[in-house]
């Protein structure tokens, strides 16, 4: 198969792109005689020159900064030169200059046709050996469609791809035909990780997840679980809720809940029509919290229906930071290029990809660009001062990254604005670093992150003088002080139907006292929570039978109560899946 029959593959949601007539048109035409002829006589000058290096740079369309990009691009590989003694041996037996370096800029929508045009007839033409894709692009719709579009295509040929995308949080992996691509910017795993450890800061143990239909949202949910997951060894957390807004009436799972914190991934304007409907729901205000994703910042302004304190993870976007990661891009494909000429096996084999679009001329795919893309993968490049190597995991993400935490607080004209005041730095055990913060409705300390009346259900088993039990009184159906509290012993099943005097009859509930109902009742009053004893049915302590827990113990696992209280032995197998509190 060629690129040109590659029109009759999916890309999973970006369908729309493909179906473009104009791509259609130009698919269909791989007879073009110039296109041919510019084919035939670069890949004779290839031929002749098997020694050069070429590699391709789309950048973001400007009307100013070409002149910077150029500057940049030329002092990095400069720079590579002048080390040529010291590090890269693999200049000695290829030529690569600034020449080899094909720059072009792409706009922020650009059509199929011209992202078919840059590959076909200014890439392929000149036999690149890599792509450095660097956009600051943040509109999180078509742009990020065609973003995805340029990259499956570059993976379709196997031409690796060194990425810096800042809405690379929206691009669909799973999708990816083959993923030959590495990305340096701070990746969606990243952002979660740092969003959970701002809850682990601040004790707030469970949350719901919000998102909008934006492009990787499936992605961000399974990324906070996996986060969860990976420090529920330190944190433990509960995930109340996972709502996916497609209409405002889906916020109402959450007035029904008991979350004050959620994490947010939206578009900005998105998150503009989200934060207001939760306004009008009353689930903003100073006992709940927002955490934001960088796709929800944007600006430093922010739209007045954003609630003040919230907060948010960032990373910086702008030109000038887009701008570095030039020199960082052309370091690591250096890296990579070096590592693969130093390796005996690989002498053999050369880094011309003599690739074509045309059905007659050249591969279809790069066979050799699988191979040379591990080594990209594999290289450790010196990072700034104090910072770890630029290293990639086995997926093509970025292993360390920095993030900044943002407040949105009054600003001069009282106009909120996102400002920072810390950085989270995923290399360090420790990584949360948090100045002062504005917190919800103003205030300047943090909301509980849980409701301030609150209810639970807790599951008993009955051990004197831990707990007792007693019949309530015949006449009230209620317990006296000196008895206790009252308490169910009847199973969900028979209070099916509705008994007017179940609660005087002794069958149904009794009054639970003693040592552990003393302790709740203290708890109950300090903390400010509601709670329903219930008797645990099948009248277990919890033992691990054929693989599967009963008792107290599996109710606790199976989320069936909040919290058991009894006098229970601590052993290995039950203090794996349950935690204790200190003996008493």
Not at 58 to 87: C, D, M, W
Not at 94 to 118: D, R
Request: charged share 20%; hydrophobic share 35%; glycine share 6%.
């Amino acid at each position: 198969m060629n690129l040109f029959e590659f029109k009759n593959k999916t890309i999973s949601g970006h369908e729309d792109l493909l179906s473009d007539k104009r791509v259609t048109r130009y698919l269909k035409s791989p007879t073009n005689h110039d296109y041919d002829k510019n084919i035939i006589n670069n890949n004779n000058n290839n031929n002749n020159n098997n020694n050069t290096l070429t590699i391709a740079i789309i950048l973001p369309h400007t009307n100013f900064g070409v002149r910077e990009y150029k500057r940049v691009t030329n002092s990095a590989i400069n720079n590579l030169h002048r080390g040529r003694g010291q590090r890269f041996q693999f200049l000695k037996k290829y030529k690569f200059g600034s020449e080899q370096v094909k720059s072009t800029m792409m706009t922020l929508t650009p059509s199929p046709t011209a992202i078919l045009n840059s590959l076909c007839q200014e890439f392929l033409t000149v036999n690149v050996s890599a792509i450095l894709y660097l956009m600051n692009y943040e509109k999180y719709g078509r742009s990020t469609a065609s973003a995805q579009y340029f990259l499956q295509l570059a993976g379709y040929l196997g031409i690796p791809v060194i990425a810096w995308n800042a809405d690379n949080s929206g691009l669909e992996r799973r999708a990816s035909q083959s993923n030959l691509q590495l990305q340096l910017a701070p990746s969606l795993e990243h952002q979660t990780a740092a969003m959970l450890s701002i809850l682990e800061r601040y004790k707030w143990h469970q949350f719901s997840i919000v998102t909008s239909q934006i492009a990787g949202h499936d992605d961000f949910v399974q990324a906070v679980r996996e986060s969860v997951t990976n420090m529920q060894d330190r944190f433990k957390f509960t995930i109340l809720n996972s709502v996916l807004v497609t209409k405002p009436q889906d916020l109402q799972e959450l007035v029904n809940s008991e979350s004050r914190v959620m994490l947010l991934y939206s578009t900005r304007e998105e998150a503009t029509h989200i934060l207001s409907q939760a306004k009008d729901y009353k689930i903003t205000g100073e006992n709940y919290v927002w955490v934001v994703t960088q796709s929800v910042i944007g600006d430093v302004q922010a739209p007045g229906e954003f609630p003040v304190g919230m907060l948010g993870v960032h990373f910086d976007t702008s030109s000038q930071s887009l701008v570095n990661e030039i020199t960082t891009a052309i370091k690591v494909y250096a890296y990579g290029v070096e590592d693969f000429v130093n390796d005996p096996r690989n002498i053999d084999k050369s880094l011309n990809t003599q690739l074509s679009c045309g059905k007659q001329i050249g591969d279809g795919r790069w066979k050799i660009g699988d191979r040379f893309f591990r080594y990209l993968r594999n290289v450790s490049v010196e990072g700034e001062h104090g910072k770890p190597n630029i290293e990639f995991t086995a997926d093509g993400l970025l292993k360390s990254a920095e993030l900044k935490i943002m407040n949105l607080r009054p600003g001069t004209s009282k106009q909120l604005v996102w400002e920072e005041i810390g950085v989270w730095k995923s290399w360090q055990k420790q990584g949360l670093d948090i100045k002062d913060i504005v917190w919800p409705g103003n205030s300047h300390t943090p909301p509980q992150g849980v409701p301030e009346k609150f209810h639970m259900k807790i599951t008993f088993l009955e051990e004197p003088p831990y707990i007792n039990l007693a019949p309530p009184d015949p006449v009230t159906g209620k317990c006296s002080m000196n008895r206790g509290v009252l308490c169910r012993i009847a199973k969900d099943v028979e209070l099916l139907e509705e008994v007017s005097d179940s609660p005087r009859n002794g069958s149904f509930y009794q009054c639970c006292s003693g040592f552990c109902i003393d302790l709740l009742e203290k708890f109950a009053e300090e903390l400010g929570f509601t709670y329903e004893l219930v008797r645990v049915e099948d009248g277990k302590w919890g033992t691990l039978e054929n693989g599967k827990w009963n008792g107290l113990i599996a109710d606790l696992v199976n989320r069936k109560t909040d919290m058991v209280m009894t006098s229970l032995m601590i052993n290995s197998e039950r203090e794996a899946v349950v935690d204790f509190t200190p003996v008493l």
